[in-house]
Nanobody, 123 residues
Framework: QVQLVESGGGVVQPGGSLTLSCTAS????????IGWFRQAPGKKREGVAC???????FYDDFVKGRATIARDSAKNTVTLHLIGLQPADTAVYYC?????????????????WGQGTQVTVSS
């Protein structure tokens, strides 16, 4: 069964950091591009970062310098480490799968999604 499961969300204080994990089952992450997206209440889903099948990495402008995406092939997991979190980063964070040729976080190019993990930045 093909599945993507996100974990690592929670409540963090402003200025804090968090590491989100996306674990796959039923397929090998190495064969696909895996992207991270987020959606805040009342807002459109937006891209955060992705790592392609060829290990090309893309970050959306608003997280450059604050995010690190990485793949652990042995664990079939992609992680997203976020630093300098602010209340504006509060959202549900999703990981998704696309063809290994995809190198940007265009949501319509990602065809399989996890259920999401909530990140809340609050003092």
């Amino acid at each position: 069964q093909v599945q993507l499961v996100e974990s690592g969300g929670g409540v963090v204080q402003p200025g804090g950091s968090l590491t989100l994990s996306c674990t796959a089952s039923g397929f090998a992450l190495d064969d696909y591009t895996i992207g991270w997206f987020r959606q805040a209440p009342g807002k459109k889903r937006e891209g955060v970062a992705c790592i392609s099948g060829g290990s090309k990495i893309f970050y959306d402008d608003f997280v450059k310098g604050r995010a690190t995406i990485a793949r652990d092939s042995a664990k079939n997991t992609v992680t997203l480490h976020l630093i300098g979190l602010q209340p504006a980063d509060t959202a549900v964070y999703y990981c998704a799968r696309a063809s290994s040729l995809v190198v940007v976080t265009e949501p319509t190019w990602f065809d399989f999604w996890g259920q999401g993990t909530q990140v809340t930045v609050s003092s």
